[in-house]
């Protein structure tokens, strides 16, 4: 399985950003997938996962509410809605597999990376 981001970019606060996860190799029906967030100078945390059916979604409490994880099994496509960015919402954002749907915070079970989009939020 690989994975390729999109959609990242510069937002001013309050805007929105739709980010895309293309897969490629494997179907992702195979897998738990997840966004994980690195801000400038700190490690990389988990803040959303759906479920390999796509059935169910967690999220980390700093993004509830606002963020919005969802998956297109015919495109092989995993999406992050963004809305109601705050400054604090500024790193550098990854698609991984398998995420834990109990911690979803971990990074322990992700072997699985894109490269990576940068999203800034910033008037």
């Known amino acids: 399985l690989q ?19 293309a897969a490629s190799g494997s179907s992702l029906d195979y897998y738990a997938v997840g966004w994980v967030r690195q801000a400038p100078g700190q490690g990389r945390e988990g803040i959303s996962c759906i479920s390999a ?18 998956k297109d099994s ?11 960015l705050k400054p604090d919402d500024t790193g550098v954002y990854y698609c991984a597999a398998p995420c834990s749907m109990t911690l979803v915070s971990s990074v322990a079970y992700l072997d699985i990376w894109g490269q990576g989009t940068q999203v800034t939020v910033s008037s």
């Open 53 to 70: 059916a796509g059935d169910n979604t967690v999220y980390d409490t700093s993004v509830k509410g606002r963020f919005t994880i969802s």
């Open 74 to 84: 015919a495109k092989n496509m995993v999406y992050l809605q963004m809305n109601n």
């Open 3 to 21: 994975l390729v981001e999109s959609g990242g970019g510069l937002v001013q606060p309050g805007g929105s950003l739709r980010l895309s996860c």
